[in-house]
């Protein structure tokens, strides 16, 4: 779910000069200071074109940024590329501030591997609480839309009416991002409408995914779904820079606040190559079941030239390690069975055209099939977990220099100066 590599890219970027404004935004410091850095021996300039200022070679000052501590974002296989330290992806697997995150997931709720990740620090027994009046105005908010509208889109609004609902929004410190995290959270969950009406707030017990367990099924809970649930909560807090977290990243940069740095991530998630995902693969999985197999299913897609979904990702050769840890829960499941046999129906006949390995969008298509959960029940997961990766990025941004993700255009349009469009004569004169 992020951008792979582009060595070719970085090469040619790597050879661009850069002028005295670029090379300061760089290396996140004042023009004169750049002029400092050439009187010092530090950086070579040569005279820019016309005898106006000066230019530097981009390679340069990325090493000098390197070895002076002030690294900004670089080209780095056609994306951006700089230190984070929430999560890294290694050799089929993932882990959170340097801890396997299956295994957090497993061992821990949801909420406690969020602590973790905005903090470092493990919080046994942590739970998240919706502020009344937050709540309220999410609840209103969301009432309001209509019928026809999905769960991103009530979340969007839910995510709004608690901005609004917050005076104290545009505090960004440490603590006040965190406490308003911690309310958020839970606030997108309670704001959703119940699957079936007549559940009491009351009989919900608290933990984030025993809240939101009514929100996507009618089904009563069972604690080994349950389990599946909070972990797949836990597992997709985080997965690096993916789409939607680089939009979070780029609104921390501008100082935007917690919860409009949420509304960009939810903006970027909703698309069908990211957080819907999981929707094209319960379908899938539904129309497998129904026609008996998933020999025609496949054929289908291989016909029509379309993505089998659920399968293969980008940064892992083998199985997805969110969707191994899933299909391992979802086996203790007695109602999953189907569903997952027809998940490994489908990775299995896709294999005699194709390797391709499950991912975690066919492991929640699974959880979703065998609940009797709506379409997008995948997505309304993936929304409210991530939100807690999202707050950790924008923890991380907002301790780096303001607006350093400013890359520059390559511009392709005609060359200036053109004359000025003489706009043509309506027909009636």
């Known amino acids: 779910m992020t951008d792979q590599a582009d060595a070719a890219g970085f090469t040619e970027r790597s050879a661009q000069r ?22 010092r021996g530090q950086l070579s300039s040569n005279r820019a074109p016309g005898g106006r200022g000066s230019t530097f070679d981009a390679a340069e000052v990325d090493a000098l940024a390197r070895r002076t501590g002030r690294r900004e974002p670089t080209a780095a296989a056609g994306g951006l590329s700089f230190p984070t330290g929430i999560t890294l992806i290694a050799g089929d697997r993932y882990f959170f501030r340097g801890v396997d995150a299956t295994e957090l997931a497993r061992r821990h709720t949801y909420e406690e591997v969020a602590e973790w990740l905005w903090t470092g620090e493990l919080r046994p027994g942590m739970r998240f609480t919706a502020p ?12 309001a839309l209509p019928v026809h509208c999905g769960s991103t889109d009530r979340l969007r609004v839910a995510v709004v009416a608690a901005a609004a609902a917050d005076p104290l929004r545009f505090d960004l410190s440490r603590e006040a991002v965190l406490g308003g995290a911690r309310s958020l959270i839970p606030t997108l969950a309670a704001a959703l409408p119940a699957v079936i009406e ?3 707030e009351e009989a919900v017990p608290s ?14 809970a069972d604690e080994a779904s349950l389990a599946v649930l909070d972990t797949a909560l836990g597992l997709l807090i985080d997965h690096d820079l993916a789409a939607s977290t680089l939009a979070a990243r780029v609104a921390a940069s501008a100082r935007a606040h917690p919860y409009a740095v949420v509304s960009a991530g939810l903006g970027v998630l909703e698309g069908p190559l990211h957080g819907a995902a999981s ?3 319960h379908r899938m999985l539904t129309e497998v079941l129904e026609r008996g197999g998933a020999a025609p299913v496949v054929a289908d ?6 993505r089998i979904p659920g399968l293969g990702h980008r940064l ?9 840890t899933l299909f391992a829960l979802l086996a203790e499941v007695p109602r999953a069975a189907p569903a997952l046999a027809a998940a490994r129906d489908v990775v299995a006949t896709t294999a005699r055209h194709t390797p391709l390995h499950a991912n975690v969008d066919l492991a929640l298509a699974v959880l979703s099939v065998s609940s009797g959960m709506a379409v997008e029940a995948g997505e309304t997961v993936f929304a409210i ?10 923890l991380e941004e907002y301790g780096e220099r303001p607006l350093r993700m400013r890359p520059s255009g390559q511009y392709t349009g005609p060359r200036p100066p053109q004359p000025l469009p003489i706009g043509q004569a309506s027909a009636s004169q």
């Open 18 to 39: 850069l002028t005295t404004r670029e090379t300061a935004e760089r290396l996140g410091v004042k023009p004169e200071t750049v002029y400092a850095y050439v009187s």
């Open 132 to 143: 009344d009046e937050t709540l309220a105005a999410a609840r209103r908010a969301v009432g």
């Open 207 to 220: 933990g984030l995914a025993r809240q939101l367990w009514p929100k996507l099924t009618g089904r009563p």
């Open 301 to 306: 897609h291989l016909r029509s030239g379309r």
């Open 385 to 394: 977990s991530r939100t807690a990766g999202w707050i950790a990025h924008a």
């Open 198 to 200: 007549e559940v009491a």
């Open 279 to 281: 929707g094209l693969a």
């Open 316 to 324: 892992y050769a083998g199985e997805d390690p969110r969707a191994r």
